[in-house]
Structure formats: C-alpha cells, structure tokens
C-alpha cells in the first residue's frame, strides 16, 4: 500500500502526542499500557518466526534476556559518563537510549544468528527444545554472573570514587564514598509505542512483499520453494535474527521501565506466555497476534479481584477459544478458504 | 547443443541402486520424454538434476557446466524448473501469490526495500503483478487470482504448477506427470499448452508421463527406464516397436 508511510508518520505523531497526556494515566494503567506495548512486540516479532516462517521457536524469552541485560548494564555502567558527553537535557538522553536499545537488540540478534544457524536444519518439536534449551542457558548463565546481579537480579552498580566497582562491596561499606546509579527509566509511551508502530509496519509490509511471500512459502512447503528459487536456509535465519533483535529491544524496553531484571522474569513460562498469544491470535496474522497480545496482558489484571481463581479462569478461556477457534483469533482457516468455499478436488496419489 | 547432460550417473539408497549409470542429454529447445514403469527411478533423476539428490557417481552438466554440488535453489538460479508429481503448491498463499514466490529469484527488493518499500519497490511489484497476469491468462487461468491455490480444480492446479515454474524464467523445465489426474480432453490442451510453452519461451522440456498418448503425442525423443537403467532411447514411433520396452512394461510371452 502506498499510503502505508502516511499511515506510519500519522501513528507516531500520534503516538507522540499520546505521550504528552501521559502524566495524567493513573500509574497502574500507565503501566499496564507499557506491559501490553512490550508484549506486542514479543508477540509479532515472535509471530514472524512461528507463525510466518513456521519455525516452531520456543526460546524468545532468552532473547529478550539478552536484550534486557544487555542494555540495562550498558545504561548502568557506562551512562553516566557518556550522558555527560551529550548533556543532561532530554535530547542526550533520548539519543543514548535509543543506541543502548539497539546494542540489545542487536546483542539479541548475534545470538539469534548463532542459535539460528545450527538449530535451523531441525524441524518442528526438535527446534523447539533446541530454542528452549538454549533461552534457559541464557539464564543460567546469567544467573551465575554476579557483575549483572547473578540471581538476585540486576538492580544498580555502585560507582566507587576510587574507580572500583562491585556489587558485593556495597553491602560491606554501605555508607559514604560512592555514588549511586540504577537502571535509568528511560521507556516510556513514547518509545514503547514507536517500536510497537515499527514492527507493525515493517512487518506487514514485509509480508505483503513479493520477498515476504518467501517466508510462507517456507513455512508451507520447504521443497516447493526450494525449488522456487528460494534460499530456505536463509529465509528461515533470517526470521530468527530479526525476530530475535526485536525481543531484544522488547528486553531493554522492560529493563529500562522497571528498572530491575531478574533472571526469573525470563524463564520458561515467559517463553510460552508469548508462544500463547501467537497461537490465540492465529500463527501469521499481526492484527490477530497484536489483539491476542494486549488481551493476554489485560486479562491476569482483570483478574486479580478473583485472585484464587485467577489462574484457572485464565487456563480455562485458553482452552474454549482452541475448542472454538483453533486457527486463533484472526487466523487463516486453513480448511476452509478465503472466498469460495468450493472444496479442491480428490486428490489422487499420482502413482 | 545440448543443454543438459547426465553423464553415467548413478545413485544407490543403500543397497538399492535407484539410477544406473545413466547417461542421456536433452538438447537446445527439445522436448524429451522420460518414460518407465513404476518405481524406475524417473523422479529420483528429477532430484539428481535439480539437486535433492547428489548422485553417489556420474556428473550432470547444465550449459557445459557440472551442477552437481548445487544446493535445488541454485539449480533453479541457473535455469531449471520443476514440477512435482504430487502437487506441492503453497496451501496458505493465493493463486498469485503462488506464481510470486519464483519472482524472488531476480527480485531486486530485498529486505529492507521490501520493509521501507521506495518508489523502485511498486514499480517492480507492478511489473511482477503484470507478468503474473499473462502467465495466467496464456494458461487459460480465467479465476480470481486472489483466491487460494488450494480451491482450484485438481487439473487447474497441475497448470498453476507449470505457471509457478515458468515464472522462474527457466532454460530447461522439468515436468513430472503432468497429465496425472486429468481426463482425456485435459489431457489434449495440455498437450497443445506444453507444445506451445515450448515454442514461446525457447525452452527444453524434459517429461516423465504415464500417459502413452500425451508422450507420443509431443515428444520428439523418449528415453525408457527400468530399475533405473536406461533400456532405450530414440524417436516415439522406435519405442514404440522396441522389443526391450514391451518386455518391461508387459513381461516376457508365454513360450509354450
């Protein structure tokens, strides 16, 4: 669509007025708004890799991991002394946190293309322990490094005079000579949704391309678009690092609102929290995924007056909306069509 | 000039020998037929050619040039198109999108032209959606193009296939079984329709087919296979009389 680019400077000037009300959203909603934001983005950038390519990923929590860690000790070690050199004002900070945002997800990426390369030559349940067990040796890993807090989570560093920084050491001298800086929060409406617009955008056009029908031609016949042409191999990586850079900035996001990350906040059930809304959204379609995403975010909050029965509730409206609607929300009815409902014909086993 | 070469290729499965020292051509703008009882290994060599297979001995040279190390979307890079004896088209895209996959291939928008789509990127798009549009029409293809593949007629998809194919802009087209499914008034513009291609793209065709009538009818040269040994070759009407051929596809007489 041509208009496509107006649409997206009309979203984020809106975007960014949206923004200038902000001060006035009572914080649990603000922050809600913010958790759905994050989740969007895991969700579609996931979606491009199960529900477009077909690469049955279960690993996206590690790279949003990566991401989150990444950019908070970025922002925590070295902040300080490079916000000095573009000034306090709000343009410096605005700058930095876009470069810290990118060198996580960026750092995410890496690890996709790492994880992607070898594990992509596997296929269905196989690559999902594969992604799986990779995301928890990401955090194990970070589990055990106490410079980014190991697992008490990584909060602040502590910026000695004499230059020596630790973490430990603070709880030993906890009183002068040293300075204080936490995980800076920087996300706010404003970049969440301006990364929130982008993914949509970029993915949507992506997908209406003549190159973008290369990834549903892999995840609908490998052989057929091999013999098309198409680098499946490559495609198929490609999905990953950018699915994987995108959960990656999800991460810094996160990291830079809450201003703590732990590395129980990236475990297993993180991984399938995002699975969930692609499914309930319908593998390959971004409008269905972004509504499956905001729904998923909203409803454990709604539920919270019912706290006891929160979670069976929850599981409960998972299995009636695959009982009803397997294909998810806004899923493509494989066996049904798109227009005419005339079934293809007997297809007989050419001998 | 031959365009493709099979130089005594073999392959073995284990201790099955599926090929067997092979060793034919198809020439510049030929249509060759490839015939064999079930299980002769005529799809084993489409897979040698357009590399799904590697063979275990012997070389395939496309244009004088050895193809064997070649990953299937190279080999279809370099020229050769296929299609599948069990219809292999994509369930979850269109009847145009179908055709657009083998655009990909000399498609200049990658990436990142496709995601910031400049004013290079409809222009190519549009060009691709034209092309798509005659290759629809010349294949009688009258249907609504936004339409999943999957709804077509089965005859009408074995046609979207050969589209799909030559929308790869291919020198050599393979066709497996073609005619599989079809009925008999299928079968004849279909006949017509691969003569047709043939003269309009300036393409050679290599066609294995179970129907005598559609081989005989178009083929200027056939080749016979049996337990993945070629056991004659030459022009329909020798074949036809080929002691050796008879023996494989009805079995030896009765001598009393």
Same mark, same amino acid.
């Given at each position: 669509m041509r208009n496509s680019k107006l649409l997206f400077l009309v979203s984020v000037v809106a975007i960014f007025g949206i923004n200038l009300l902000s001060g006035s959203i009572n914080q649990y909603y603000y922050q809600i708004i913010i958790y759905a934001g994050i989740n969007i983005i895991l969700a579609t950038s996931l979606n491009l890799i199960n529900g477009y390519t077909g690469q049955f990923s279960l690993g996206h929590a590690g790279f949003m991991a990566i991401g989150a860690y990444l950019s908070a000790s970025i922002s925590t070690y070295f902040a300080p002394q490079l916000i000095a050199i573009l000034g306090e004002g709000a343009f410096g900070h605005a700058v930095?946190?876009?470069?810290?945002?990118?060198?996580?997800?960026?750092?995410?990426?890496?690890?996709?293309?790492?994880?992607?390369?070898?594990?992509?030559?596997?296929?269905?349940?196989?690559?999902?322990?594969?992604?799986?067990?990779?995301?928890?040796?990401?955090?194990?890993?970070?589990?055990n490094l106490n410079i980014i807090g190991a697992s008490q989570g990584f909060r602040s560093i502590y910026v000695y005079d004499n230059g020596v920084r630790s973490l430990e050491a603070v709880q030993e001298y906890s009183n002068i000579g040293y300075k204080f800086?936490?995980?800076?929060?920087?996300?706010?409406?404003?970049?969440?949704?301006?990364?929130?617009?982008?993914?949509?955008?970029?993915?949507?056009?992506?997908?209406?391309?003549?190159?973008?029908?290369?990834?549903?031609?892999?995840?609908?016949?490998?052989?057929?678009?091999?013999?098309?042409?198409?680098?499946?191999?490559?495609?198929?990586?490609?999905?990953?690092?950018?699915?994987?850079?995108f959960a990656g900035i999800a991460g810094g996001l996160y990291a830079h609102f809450i201003q703590y990350v732990n590395p129980e906040d990236f475990n297993f059930l993180r991984s399938v929290e995002i699975v969930v809304m692609v499914i309930l959204g319908g593998m390959g379609s971004t409008l269905g995924v972004v509504i499956a995403a905001i729904i998923l975010t909203i409803l454990p909050e709604l539920l919270r007056d019912v706290q006891q029965y929160r979670m069976i509730i929850y599981a409960l409206l998972i299995i009636i909306m695959m009982l009803l609607r397997p294909q998810g929300l806004f899923g493509i009815n494989i066996s049904r069509g798109k227009k005419k409902t005339r079934p293809a014909e007997e297809k007989s086993k050419g001998a | 000039m031959e365009i493709l070469t099979l130089n005594n290729c073999t392959i073995r499965f284990g201790g099955l020998t599926a090929v067997d020292s092979l060793t034919t051509h198809v020439g510049q703008n030929e249509l060759v037929g490839m015939i064999g009882p079930n299980g002769a290994g005529k *799809?084993?060599?489409?897979?040698?050619?357009?590399?799904?297979?590697?063979? *275990?001995?012997?070389d395939v040279l496309f244009n004088g040039e050895s193809i064997v190390k070649y990953k299937p979307f190279e080999v279809t890079a370099k020229g050769i198109a296929r299609t599948f004896q069990n219809i292999r088209l994509c369930q979850s895209l269109s009847i145009r999108d179908n055709v657009k996959v083998s655009y990909n291939k000399s498609c200049k928008s990658r990436l990142v032209s496709s995601v910031i789509q400049p004013g290079s990127y409809f222009k190519e798009e549009n060009e691709i959606d034209e092309d798509i549009d005659r290759l629809l029409e010349m294949f009688d293809l009258h249907v609504d193009s936004d339409d999943y593949a999957k709804n077509l007629p089965y005859g009408e998809q074995r046609k979207l296939e050969i589209v799909r194919a030559l929308a790869t802009k291919p020198q050599l087209l393979l066709l497996d079984e073609p005619a599989a499914g079809m009925n008999p008034s299928e079968k004849k513009d279909l006949m017509k329709l691969i003569q047709t291609v043939k003269e309009k793209f300036k393409i050679s065709i290599l066609l294995v087919e179970h129907d005598m009538s559609v081989v005989m009818g178009i083929c200027e040269r056939i080749f016979v296979l049996d337990y993945g040994k070629k056991i004659a070759e030459g022009k329909p009407e020798e074949i036809q009389k080929d002691p050796k051929v008879i023996l494989a596809y009805l079995g030896e007489e009765v001598k009393k």
């Open positions: 930095w946190f876009l470069v810290v945002l990118l060198i996580g997800g960026l750092g995410a990426s890496v690890a996709g293309l790492i994880v992607g390369v070898p594990s992509l030559r596997l296929k269905g349940d196989y690559l999902a322990i594969t992604t799986l067990g990779f995301s928890e040796i990401i955090r194990v890993v970070i589990q800086y936490e995980v800076p929060k920087y996300t706010d409406f404003f970049w969440t949704f301006l990364v929130v617009a982008i993914i949509i955008f970029g993915i949507t056009n992506l997908m209406r391309s003549t190159y973008g029908r290369g990834f549903i031609a892999v995840k609908d016949d490998e052989i057929a678009a091999e013999s098309m042409g198409i680098n499946t191999t490559k495609f198929k990586v490609t999905a990953f690092v950018i699915g994987a850079f | *799809t084993t060599v489409f897979n040698i050619i357009t590399g799904v297979y590697d063979p *275990t001995e012997g």
